[in-house]
């Protein structure tokens, strides 16, 4: 299957820092990406839809000015978590859409954010 | 009603034994449903996707899909204990988003 990676797998930031995360196709086009979050023992949470070239689609109850997406390629996504804040301590997951491929979506190792 | 429903389980099976999960969803209208595994601190990857109803077989892995039931379920034959995980049903709705269950975790007893 394709491969998708993210950076970094792990971070740990101090509360009121931004952090950015990188989601990258590594073998195909992506003109649409998306972010998830996973809190401990839950399922993956859709945060929103990133499209390539225009704004995001964010789920509800997900803050757009705090996690800022930027799709400014087809194969690079990033992720924006401004201010953090202990409560945003998750593992985030991205994925990338291959519409060529029975849409399915390949999944990146996901980042483990730690916000002390 | 959650629009993909699994049991959260854990569920123990013997080492060489089938294993059995099971899914529900809510959008009548959907497609196409995806099996992931998930190990712990990992992120999920893909076993297989079902489109038309009835039996999808790959290796050890048999998925079956019941759309008039709204329906899909995960066998898994000879298992072993590498498969102990989390298996995560996720379902494209009508909406174009791939809504996740809450996962089952299986847990292989050699």
């Known amino acids: 299957g394709a491969v998708v990676s993210q950076h970094p797998s792990r971070v740990i930031c101090k509360s009121g820092t931004s952090v950015k995360i990188e989601c990258r196709s590594l073998?195909?086009?992506?003109?649409?990406m998306f972010w998830y979050r996973q809190f401990p023992k839950q399922s993956l949470m859709l945060m929103a839809t990133s499209n390539e070239g225009s704004k995001a689609t964010y789920e509800q109850g997900v803050e757009k000015d705090k996690f800022l997406i930027n799709h400014a390629s087809l194969t690079l996504s990033t992720l924006t978590v401004t201010s953090a804040h202990p409560e945003d301590s998750s593992f985030y997951i991205c994925?990338?859409?291959?519409?060529?491929?029975?849409?399915?979506?390949?999944f990146g190792p996901g980042t483990r954010l730690t916000v002390l | 009603q959650k629009e993909v429903e699994q049991n959260s389980g854990p569920l123990s099976v013997p080492e060489g034994a089938i294993a059995s999960l099971n899914c529900t969803y809510s959008d009548r209208g959907s497609q196409s449903f995806f099996w992931y595994r998930q190990y712990s601190g990992k992120s999920p990857e893909l076993i297989m996707f079902?489109?038309?109803?009835g039996d999808k077989e790959d290796g050890r892995f048999t998925a079956q899909l019941n759309k008039a039931s709204q329906y899909v379920s995960l066998l898994i034959r000879d298992s072993q204990p590498s498969d102990s995980a989390t298996y995560l049903c996720?379902?494209?709705?009508?909406?174009?988003?791939?809504?996740f269950g809450q996962g089952t975790e299986l847990s292989v007893k050699p």
């Open positions: 994925s990338a859409l291959d519409r060529g491929n029975y849409n399915e979506q390949f």
């Open positions: 996720a379902v494209y709705n009508q909406g174009g988003k791939l809504i």
């Open positions: 073998d195909f086009q992506a003109t649409t």
């Open positions: 079902i489109y038309s109803n």
